[in-house]
């Protein structure tokens, strides 16, 4: 189930060209030196390209022999055909890892059989976002030596327990796993940022099982999600016509700690309200935003991640993130 070879052209392959080489979730070998390996897993989603572009420079680097062995998981090619997250009939491929019915969910299985027979250093998933965010970790594990994983790609790194059908989730169980996010797709400084972090766990005898400094990490908890009611419009640009007008800067408050007070739009139908869910799913809205005279404001101060411009992302996916700092004395 793992292949031993990668095409000949696969450094220089566009995302849309990796169905005509790959099968949807297919394991690669790369052989190395050292004992351990270390776990990529690229295009999970099929339009967040930095993943395959971080492991094609590391394999023209090291002319792909790398230093330690690298297990490359390709994910939805077929999505990366068109340039698209996913296919309107398939499932997320970052959805799919804890059971559940059809092609991808057995796959998956798969790929996780397979890798709990390997011995990892560390895995890494790769993605990009949908809006403006400074390059941040994940983890789903508060774990000392994963915190110490994560602060050597940002300092900024969230800890989410939902959803739990994600693989950084599994991989938190069996490894040092975590996913990085590397920005919009093709930000090339991202990009290099999250090479030379790969680069280092190619190289890394060992990671430090200390609890971080608090000057060296920011562990942030994300908590709630926010939501725009499907029959609501929403826009970016001032345009009073649609129900919600939310400011031109919306995006650039990612990782910004935000006041009580603090605006960020316009409500111009009375009934157009946030839709606030916590981790369990409960409705916490009216804890978050008030609506004094039309003016979006908040009422708590916390932290936005994945705030997105993106319309169709809002709609299908959701507004944002709120998140909350957390104390590294709570890592184990
Ligand atoms: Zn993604």
């Not at 093709?186 to 990671?207: G, I, M, P, T």
């Not at 640009?237 to 919306?250: E, I, M, V």
């Amino acid at each position: 189930m793992i292949w031993n070879e990668l095409p000949k052209s696969f450094t220089e392959l566009e995302p849309y060209e990796l169905s005509d080489f790959f099968e949807p979730l297919t394991l690669c070998r790369v052989e190395g030196e050292k004992d351990e390996w270390v776990f990529l897993s690229v295009m999970l989603h099929g339009n967040e390209p930095s993943g395959l572009r971080v492991a094609q420079e590391i394999l023209k680097k090291y002319n792909g022999k790398p230093p330690r062995g690298l297990i490359l998981l390709i994910g939805n090619v077929v999505a990366a055909k068109n340039g698209s997250r996913r296919l309107d009939d398939q499932p997320d491929y970052n959805r799919i890892w804890l059971g559940g019915e059809g092609f991808e969910f057995d796959r998956a299985q798969d790929v996780l059989n397979e890798l709990k027979k390997i011995h990892f250093f560390a895995g890494v998933d790769i993605h990009n976002n949908t809006g403006k965010n400074p390059p941040y970790g994940c983890i789903n594990r508060l774990d000392k030596k994963l915190a110490q994983l994560a602060k050597r790609f940002s300092k900024n790194c969230v800890y989410f327990i939902n959803p739990m059908e994600v693989l950084s989730h599994r991989l938190a169980a069996m490894m040092t796993g975590m996913t990085i996010e590397c920005g919009l797709p093709n930000d090339k400084e991202q990009e290099k940022n999250a090479f030379r972090f790969v680069d280092q766990l190619l190289h890394l005898d060992r990671l430090a099982e200390v609890t971080p400094r608090a000057d060296e990490i920011n562990i942030y908890h994300s908590y709630t999600k926010l939501l725009i009611p499907d029959a609501c419009t929403v826009s970016f640009t001032g345009d009073t016509s649609t129900d919600f007008s939310f400011f031109p800067h919306f995006d650039e408050l990612n990782f910004q700690s935000v006041k009580v007070g603090e605006s960020i739009g316009l409500v111009n139908n009375e009934k157009a309200k946030i839709i606030v869910l916590d981790e369990k799913g409960e409705d916490r809205s009216s804890e978050y935003f008030t609506y004094e005279e039309g003016v979006i404001r908040f009422k708590k101060s916390c932290v936005p991640s994945m705030f997105t411009k993106d319309v169709r992302v809002i709609h299908q996916d959701c507004l944002g993130y709120l998140m909350e700092e957390l104390s590294v004395e709570l890592l184990k």
